[in-house]
Protein backbone atom coordinates (compact mmCIF):
# COMPACT_ATOMS: atom_id res chain seq x y z
CA UNK A 1 0.00 0.00 0.00
CA UNK A 2 1.22 3.42 -1.06
CA UNK A 3 0.80 6.42 1.72
CA UNK A 4 0.04 9.50 0.65
CA UNK A 5 2.69 12.59 2.10
CA UNK A 6 -0.21 14.95 3.17
CA UNK A 7 -4.20 14.51 3.65
CA UNK A 8 -6.35 15.99 0.69
CA UNK A 9 -9.26 17.38 2.72
CA UNK A 10 -12.53 17.98 0.57
CA UNK A 11 -13.38 20.86 2.62
CA UNK A 12 -11.78 23.85 4.55
CA UNK A 13 -11.39 23.79 8.34
CA UNK A 14 -14.24 25.59 10.05
CA UNK A 15 -12.35 26.64 12.61
CA UNK A 16 -9.68 28.52 9.86
CA UNK A 17 -12.67 29.82 7.99
CA UNK A 18 -13.68 32.02 11.28
CA UNK A 19 -10.37 33.76 11.88
CA UNK A 20 -9.10 36.70 9.22
CA UNK A 21 -7.15 35.55 6.83
CA UNK A 22 -3.71 35.21 7.46
CA UNK A 23 -0.38 35.44 5.08
CA UNK A 24 1.12 32.13 4.70
CA UNK A 25 4.99 31.92 4.47
CA UNK A 26 6.29 31.19 1.26
CA UNK A 27 7.01 27.67 0.08
CA UNK A 28 10.92 26.49 0.39
CA UNK A 29 12.84 27.27 -2.91
CA UNK A 30 16.14 25.85 -3.79
CA UNK A 31 19.31 23.81 -1.67
CA UNK A 32 18.61 24.72 1.77
CA UNK A 33 21.08 24.00 5.11
CA UNK A 34 19.96 23.16 8.49
CA UNK A 35 21.10 21.86 11.79
CA UNK A 36 17.43 20.14 12.13
CA UNK A 37 14.63 19.85 9.75
CA UNK A 38 11.01 19.10 11.37
CA UNK A 39 8.68 17.71 8.85
CA UNK A 40 4.93 19.29 10.52
CA UNK A 41 3.88 22.42 11.84
CA UNK A 42 1.20 21.07 13.81
CA UNK A 43 1.74 20.99 17.85
CA UNK A 44 4.25 18.26 18.39
CA UNK A 45 6.60 19.64 15.61
CA UNK A 46 6.41 23.15 17.19
CA UNK A 47 6.82 22.26 20.54
CA UNK A 48 9.84 20.15 18.76
CA UNK A 49 11.39 23.29 17.05
CA UNK A 50 10.66 25.39 20.14
CA UNK A 51 12.27 23.06 22.57
CA UNK A 52 15.88 22.86 19.89
CA UNK A 53 15.85 26.65 19.75
CA UNK A 54 15.59 26.90 23.71
CA UNK A 55 19.12 24.73 23.75
CA UNK A 56 20.47 25.69 20.44
CA UNK A 57 19.76 29.70 19.90
CA UNK A 58 22.40 29.70 17.03
CA UNK A 59 21.21 26.72 15.30
CA UNK A 60 18.71 27.05 11.76
CA UNK A 61 15.98 25.19 12.16
CA UNK A 62 13.57 24.64 9.82
CA UNK A 63 9.74 23.63 9.52
CA UNK A 64 7.89 22.24 6.38
CA UNK A 65 4.28 22.20 6.48
CA UNK A 66 2.20 20.68 3.50
CA UNK A 67 -0.67 23.18 4.25
CA UNK A 68 -1.05 26.50 5.75
CA UNK A 69 -0.60 26.31 9.23
CA UNK A 70 -4.23 26.46 11.02
CA UNK A 71 -6.03 24.60 7.90
CA UNK A 72 -4.31 21.18 8.72
CA UNK A 73 -5.45 18.65 10.63
CA UNK A 74 -3.96 20.67 14.27
CA UNK A 75 -6.43 23.04 13.80
CA UNK A 76 -9.16 20.73 12.48
CA UNK A 77 -9.38 19.24 15.93
CA UNK A 78 -11.91 19.85 19.01
CA UNK A 79 -10.53 21.87 20.76
CA UNK A 80 -10.32 19.88 23.94
CA UNK A 81 -6.58 20.16 26.04
CA UNK A 82 -7.31 17.49 29.07
CA UNK A 83 -4.87 17.74 31.74
CA UNK A 84 -5.25 14.34 32.87
CA UNK A 85 -5.40 11.34 31.09
CA UNK A 86 -7.98 10.23 28.26
CA UNK A 87 -10.86 8.24 29.68
CA UNK A 88 -9.42 5.71 26.98
CA UNK A 89 -5.94 5.98 28.66
CA UNK A 90 -6.88 5.97 32.33
CA UNK A 91 -6.34 2.92 34.38
CA UNK A 92 -6.83 2.15 38.10
CA UNK A 93 -4.44 -1.05 37.98
CA UNK A 94 -1.49 1.69 36.96
CA UNK A 95 -1.95 4.77 39.18
CA UNK A 96 1.35 5.55 39.74
CA UNK A 97 2.00 5.71 36.10
CA UNK A 98 -1.13 7.15 35.44
CA UNK A 99 -0.07 10.27 38.01
CA UNK A 100 3.35 10.78 36.11
CA UNK A 101 0.82 11.23 33.34
CA UNK A 102 -1.28 13.44 34.73
CA UNK A 103 1.40 15.51 36.24
CA UNK A 104 3.68 15.96 32.92
CA UNK A 105 -0.26 16.90 31.50
CA UNK A 106 -0.54 19.53 33.79
CA UNK A 107 2.81 21.35 33.34
CA UNK A 108 2.56 20.95 29.45
CA UNK A 109 -0.52 22.89 29.80
CA UNK A 110 0.75 25.41 32.00
CA UNK A 111 3.65 25.66 29.58
CA UNK A 112 1.56 26.38 26.92
CA UNK A 113 -1.15 28.77 28.92
CA UNK A 114 2.23 30.75 29.40
CA UNK A 115 2.90 31.17 25.69
CA UNK A 116 -1.10 32.65 24.70
CA UNK A 117 -0.17 34.70 28.05
CA UNK A 118 3.54 35.69 26.57
CA UNK A 119 2.13 35.97 23.21
CA UNK A 120 -0.92 37.17 23.37
CA UNK A 121 -2.70 34.56 21.28
CA UNK A 122 -6.32 35.26 20.86
CA UNK A 123 -7.25 31.79 21.10
CA UNK A 124 -10.43 31.77 23.63
CA UNK A 125 -8.22 29.63 25.92
CA UNK A 126 -10.88 29.01 28.61
CA UNK A 127 -10.48 26.86 31.78
CA UNK A 128 -14.18 25.17 31.43
CA UNK A 129 -13.76 21.67 32.65
CA UNK A 130 -15.35 18.78 30.76
CA UNK A 131 -18.33 16.59 30.59
CA UNK A 132 -18.43 12.88 30.04
CA UNK A 133 -22.57 11.26 29.38
CA UNK A 134 -23.63 8.85 28.58
CA UNK A 135 -27.70 7.38 27.94
CA UNK A 136 -26.89 3.39 27.12
CA UNK A 137 -26.08 0.52 29.46
CA UNK A 138 -22.40 0.35 27.53
CA UNK A 139 -21.69 3.79 27.84
CA UNK A 140 -22.74 3.98 31.79
CA UNK A 141 -20.30 1.12 32.32
CA UNK A 142 -17.64 2.97 30.68
CA UNK A 143 -18.65 6.15 32.39
CA UNK A 144 -18.43 3.92 36.11
CA UNK A 145 -14.81 3.11 34.63
CA UNK A 146 -13.81 6.12 34.24
CA UNK A 147 -15.57 7.20 37.30
CA UNK A 148 -13.66 4.43 39.49
CA UNK A 149 -10.55 5.55 37.79
CA UNK A 150 -10.83 9.32 39.36
CA UNK A 151 -11.42 8.29 42.89
CA UNK A 152 -8.53 6.02 43.00
CA UNK A 153 -6.40 8.85 41.49
CA UNK A 154 -8.04 11.29 43.72
CA UNK A 155 -8.90 13.55 40.83
CA UNK A 156 -12.05 16.25 41.23
CA UNK A 157 -14.74 15.16 39.30
CA UNK A 158 -18.89 15.20 39.96
CA UNK A 159 -21.58 12.90 39.52
CA UNK A 160 -24.75 14.81 37.39
CA UNK A 161 -27.99 13.12 36.75
CA UNK A 162 -30.21 13.64 33.85
CA UNK A 163 -31.96 16.77 35.30
CA UNK A 164 -28.33 17.92 36.49
CA UNK A 165 -26.91 17.50 32.74
CA UNK A 166 -30.23 19.42 31.45
CA UNK A 167 -29.93 22.60 33.59
CA UNK A 168 -25.79 22.48 32.71
CA UNK A 169 -26.04 21.42 28.93
CA UNK A 170 -29.86 22.22 27.76
CA UNK A 171 -30.44 18.66 26.66
CA UNK A 172 -32.04 15.50 28.58
CA UNK A 173 -30.84 12.91 26.08
CA UNK A 174 -28.08 11.80 28.48
CA UNK A 175 -28.84 8.95 31.53
CA UNK A 176 -25.99 10.37 33.48
CA UNK A 177 -23.00 12.15 33.56
CA UNK A 178 -19.32 13.60 35.17
CA UNK A 179 -17.95 16.61 35.32
CA UNK A 180 -14.14 16.94 35.39
CA UNK A 181 -12.23 20.93 35.62
CA UNK A 182 -9.19 19.27 34.30
CA UNK A 183 -9.58 20.63 31.01
CA UNK A 184 -9.48 23.72 28.89
CA UNK A 185 -11.38 24.45 25.89
CA UNK A 186 -9.32 26.53 22.90
CA UNK A 187 -9.87 27.78 18.96
CA UNK A 188 -7.55 25.54 17.93
CA UNK A 189 -7.05 27.06 14.72
CA UNK A 190 -6.34 29.96 16.50
CA UNK A 191 -3.91 28.25 18.72
CA UNK A 192 -1.86 26.76 15.94
CA UNK A 193 -1.68 29.81 14.14
CA UNK A 194 -0.31 31.99 17.48
CA UNK A 195 2.20 29.36 18.19
CA UNK A 196 3.78 29.27 14.55
CA UNK A 197 3.82 33.21 14.11
CA UNK A 198 5.60 33.34 17.82
CA UNK A 199 8.53 30.91 16.71
CA UNK A 200 11.87 32.36 17.61
CA UNK A 201 13.99 33.89 14.98
CA UNK A 202 16.28 30.65 14.62
CA UNK A 203 13.63 28.90 13.57
CA UNK A 204 12.22 28.92 9.83
CA UNK A 205 8.71 27.80 8.83
CA UNK A 206 7.64 27.00 5.27
CA UNK A 207 4.33 26.61 4.36
CA UNK A 208 2.78 24.39 1.09
CA UNK A 209 5.50 22.69 1.22
CA UNK A 210 5.07 18.97 1.99
CA UNK A 211 7.75 16.67 2.58
CA UNK A 212 7.99 13.93 -0.72
CA UNK A 213 11.04 12.17 0.69
CA UNK A 214 13.39 11.79 2.98
CA UNK A 215 17.33 10.12 1.86
CA UNK A 216 20.42 9.50 3.26
CA UNK A 217 22.89 11.47 2.18
CA UNK A 218 26.95 13.00 3.46
CA UNK A 219 25.10 15.21 5.46
CA UNK A 220 23.35 13.02 7.31
CA UNK A 221 19.52 13.46 5.49
CA UNK A 222 18.30 14.98 2.89
CA UNK A 223 14.19 16.42 2.65
CA UNK A 224 12.61 17.15 -0.43
CA UNK A 225 10.01 19.02 -1.08
CA UNK A 226 8.68 19.96 -4.60
CA UNK A 227 10.79 23.05 -4.88
CA UNK A 228 13.60 22.74 -2.44
CA UNK A 229 15.84 20.24 -0.94
CA UNK A 230 17.02 20.71 2.49
CA UNK A 231 20.03 19.28 4.25
CA UNK A 232 20.65 18.85 8.00
CA UNK A 233 22.50 16.35 10.30
CA UNK A 234 18.89 15.61 12.15
CA UNK A 235 15.24 15.25 11.11
CA UNK A 236 11.96 14.81 12.50
CA UNK A 237 8.68 13.37 11.77
CA UNK A 238 6.00 14.86 13.23
CA UNK A 239 3.08 15.18 10.58
CA UNK A 240 1.27 11.82 12.20
CA UNK A 241 0.40 8.94 10.09
CA UNK A 242 1.50 10.86 7.38
CA UNK A 243 5.22 10.26 8.30
CA UNK A 244 4.97 6.30 7.42
CA UNK A 245 5.80 7.84 3.42
CA UNK A 246 8.80 9.42 5.06
CA UNK A 247 10.53 6.29 6.82
CA UNK A 248 8.26 5.42 9.50
CA UNK A 249 6.75 2.38 10.65
CA UNK A 250 3.92 1.37 8.64
CA UNK A 251 3.08 -2.00 10.72
CA UNK A 252 2.27 0.23 13.92
CA UNK A 253 0.80 3.37 12.26
CA UNK A 254 -2.85 3.84 10.46
CA UNK A 255 -4.53 7.65 9.39
CA UNK A 256 -8.31 8.06 10.77
CA UNK A 257 -10.47 10.29 9.64
CA UNK A 258 -12.79 11.99 11.62
CA UNK A 259 -15.66 14.46 10.89
CA UNK A 260 -16.97 17.72 12.42
CA UNK A 261 -19.59 20.60 11.83
CA UNK A 262 -20.46 23.60 13.02
CA UNK A 263 -24.04 25.73 13.67
CA UNK A 264 -24.45 29.27 12.93
CA UNK A 265 -24.28 31.46 15.92
CA UNK A 266 -27.83 30.69 17.70
CA UNK A 267 -30.20 32.85 18.82
CA UNK A 268 -29.95 34.49 21.94
CA UNK A 269 -32.79 32.09 23.37
CA UNK A 270 -31.24 29.27 22.38
CA UNK A 271 -28.05 29.86 24.11
CA UNK A 272 -29.36 30.78 27.35
CA UNK A 273 -31.00 27.28 26.95
CA UNK A 274 -28.26 25.00 25.52
CA UNK A 275 -25.34 26.76 26.47
CA UNK A 276 -25.35 29.58 29.78
CA UNK A 277 -21.70 28.96 30.02
CA UNK A 278 -18.76 27.66 28.47
CA UNK A 279 -18.84 23.50 28.27
CA UNK A 280 -17.56 20.46 26.40
CA UNK A 281 -18.48 17.05 26.22
CA UNK A 282 -16.32 13.87 25.26
CA UNK A 283 -18.68 10.85 24.81
CA UNK A 284 -18.59 7.95 27.31
CA UNK A 285 -17.93 5.59 24.10
CA UNK A 286 -15.37 6.50 21.78
CA UNK A 287 -17.65 6.36 18.92
CA UNK A 288 -20.46 8.54 20.43
CA UNK A 289 -20.24 12.13 19.61
CA UNK A 290 -18.18 15.07 20.87
CA UNK A 291 -19.90 18.52 21.61
CA UNK A 292 -18.98 21.89 22.53
CA UNK A 293 -20.38 25.23 22.38
CA UNK A 294 -17.90 28.15 21.14
CA UNK A 295 -16.67 31.21 22.58
CA UNK A 296 -19.21 33.02 19.85
CA UNK A 297 -22.32 30.84 20.76
CA UNK A 298 -22.29 28.22 17.82
CA UNK A 299 -22.66 24.46 18.62
CA UNK A 300 -19.86 21.90 17.41
CA UNK A 301 -20.67 18.49 16.63
CA UNK A 302 -17.88 15.75 16.30
CA UNK A 303 -17.94 11.88 15.16
CA UNK A 304 -18.37 9.37 12.37
CA UNK A 305 -14.70 7.44 11.15
CA UNK A 306 -13.31 6.01 8.29
CA UNK A 307 -10.50 4.28 7.66
CA UNK A 308 -7.04 6.11 5.29
CA UNK A 309 -9.31 8.26 3.48
CA UNK A 310 -12.19 10.90 3.48
CA UNK A 311 -15.82 9.84 3.26
CA UNK A 312 -17.95 12.18 1.28
CA UNK A 313 -18.29 14.66 3.44
CA UNK A 314 -22.34 15.27 2.52
CA UNK A 315 -22.94 12.16 3.35
CA UNK A 316 -21.19 12.93 6.88
CA UNK A 317 -22.80 16.29 6.77
CA UNK A 318 -26.60 14.28 7.56
CA UNK A 319 -25.26 11.88 9.85
CA UNK A 320 -23.87 14.89 11.89
CA UNK A 321 -27.04 16.31 11.64
CA UNK A 322 -29.07 13.43 12.75
CA UNK A 323 -26.92 12.92 15.91
CA UNK A 324 -27.17 16.64 16.62
CA UNK A 325 -30.88 16.68 16.33
CA UNK A 326 -31.27 13.97 19.09
CA UNK A 327 -29.69 15.31 21.23
CA UNK A 328 -31.05 18.89 21.05
CA UNK A 329 -34.42 18.48 18.90
CA UNK A 330 -34.48 22.49 18.44
CA UNK A 331 -31.76 22.68 16.27
CA UNK A 332 -33.39 20.05 14.14
CA UNK A 333 -33.77 21.62 10.44
CA UNK A 334 -30.81 23.50 10.97
CA UNK A 335 -28.05 24.06 8.53
CA UNK A 336 -24.21 23.87 9.26
CA UNK A 337 -22.34 26.59 8.62
CA UNK A 338 -19.20 24.22 8.29
CA UNK A 339 -18.38 20.52 7.68
CA UNK A 340 -15.30 19.38 8.14
CA UNK A 341 -12.78 16.62 7.81
CA UNK A 342 -9.44 15.83 9.48
CA UNK A 343 -6.92 13.35 10.51
CA UNK A 344 -5.26 11.10 13.32
CA UNK A 345 -2.59 8.63 13.72
CA UNK A 346 -4.36 5.80 15.45
CA UNK A 347 -2.05 2.99 16.72
CA UNK A 348 -3.80 -0.58 18.10
CA UNK A 349 -2.52 0.02 21.76
CA UNK A 350 -3.03 3.67 21.89
CA UNK A 351 0.48 4.04 22.33
CA UNK A 352 2.66 6.41 20.45
CA UNK A 353 5.23 6.13 17.84
CA UNK A 354 7.85 8.05 19.34
CA UNK A 355 12.29 7.66 18.90
CA UNK A 356 14.84 7.35 16.65
CA UNK A 357 14.21 5.36 13.78
CA UNK A 358 17.68 5.37 12.38
CA UNK A 359 21.08 7.58 13.07
CA UNK A 360 19.68 11.03 12.97
CA UNK A 361 15.81 9.93 11.96
CA UNK A 362 13.19 10.91 14.87
CA UNK A 363 9.42 10.07 14.89
CA UNK A 364 6.70 11.47 17.08
CA UNK A 365 3.10 10.35 15.70
CA UNK A 366 0.52 8.25 17.13
CA UNK A 367 -1.19 10.81 19.34
CA UNK A 368 -4.68 9.04 19.16
CA UNK A 369 -6.78 12.06 19.52
CA UNK A 370 -4.99 13.91 22.60
CA UNK A 371 -2.76 15.90 20.15
CA UNK A 372 -2.72 19.20 21.44
CA UNK A 373 -1.62 18.37 24.73
CA UNK A 374 -0.27 14.98 24.51
CA UNK A 375 1.36 16.01 21.06
CA UNK A 376 3.06 19.31 22.63
CA UNK A 377 4.20 17.13 25.20
CA UNK A 378 6.05 14.50 23.14
CA UNK A 379 7.29 17.11 20.30
CA UNK A 380 8.91 18.99 23.07
CA UNK A 381 10.64 15.41 24.64
CA UNK A 382 11.88 14.10 21.08
CA UNK A 383 13.89 17.35 20.63
CA UNK A 384 15.69 17.16 23.90
CA UNK A 385 16.13 13.70 22.99
CA UNK A 386 17.55 14.32 19.62
CA UNK A 387 19.80 16.86 21.30
CA UNK A 388 21.54 13.80 23.72
CA UNK A 389 19.57 15.71 26.85
CA UNK A 390 18.17 13.69 29.55
CA UNK A 391 14.26 12.53 28.82
CA UNK A 392 11.21 11.20 31.04
CA UNK A 393 10.89 7.35 30.02
CA UNK A 394 8.37 7.85 27.25
CA UNK A 395 8.02 4.60 26.54
CA UNK A 396 8.17 3.50 30.42
CA UNK A 397 4.75 6.28 30.89
CA UNK A 398 2.76 5.61 27.38
CA UNK A 399 3.99 2.72 26.00
CA UNK A 400 5.44 0.95 22.67
CA UNK A 401 3.05 1.53 19.71
CA UNK A 402 2.11 -2.41 18.65
CA UNK A 403 2.17 -4.53 15.57
CA UNK A 404 -0.95 -4.49 13.29
CA UNK A 405 -1.63 -7.00 10.35
CA UNK A 406 -0.37 -5.94 7.08
CA UNK A 407 -3.17 -4.92 4.68
CA UNK A 408 -6.17 -6.18 3.77
CA UNK A 409 -6.21 -7.96 6.83
CA UNK A 410 -6.15 -3.96 8.57
CA UNK A 411 -8.57 -2.81 6.87
CA UNK A 412 -10.61 -5.70 7.77
CA UNK A 413 -9.96 -6.14 10.87
CA UNK A 414 -10.40 -2.51 11.67
CA UNK A 415 -13.79 -2.92 9.58
CA UNK A 416 -14.84 -5.81 11.73
CA UNK A 417 -14.33 -3.74 15.52
CA UNK A 418 -15.96 -0.72 13.93
CA UNK A 419 -18.83 -2.78 13.25
CA UNK A 420 -19.25 -4.38 16.60
CA UNK A 421 -18.17 -0.83 18.41
CA UNK A 422 -20.82 0.85 16.19
CA UNK A 423 -23.71 -2.01 17.74
CA UNK A 424 -22.40 -1.49 20.81
CA UNK A 425 -22.65 2.27 21.46
CA UNK A 426 -26.07 2.15 20.17
CA UNK A 427 -27.79 5.66 21.09
CA UNK A 428 -23.86 6.78 22.00
CA UNK A 429 -23.25 7.40 18.47
Known sequence: MTHPIAPLHQRPC???????????????????????????????????????????????????????????????????????????????????????????????????????EQHGIDCHLEHSGTYRAANTPAGISSLTDYRSFLEAA??????????????RIGTSYYAEGLYSPDCYLVQPAALVRGLADALPASVQLYEHSPANAVR????????????????????????????????????RLTAIYTYAAVTPVLPQTLREQIMPKSWGLLPAHRLGCTLRSTHDGR????????????????????????????????????????????????????????????????????????GVVKGTFLGDALARYASGQPVEPIHQLFGKASWMPPEPLRHLGFCLVSALEKRRAGGEA
Open 299 to 370: MLIRSCYSYEHEEDNSLIERSLAHSLARRYPELSGMNFESVWGGTTGLTHNGAPLWGEIKPGLYVSAGCNGG
Open 14 to 116: GWNTQLTPRQCRQPAHGTLDAELVIVGAGYTGLAAAEAWAKEHPDDRVIILDSEAVGEGSPGRNSGFMLEVALADDASSAELERMSELNALSRKTMSRLRQRV
Open 216 to 251: ANDKGWSVSTPDAEIRAPRVILANNAFSRALGADTS
Open 154 to 167: GLRYEHLSRSALNE
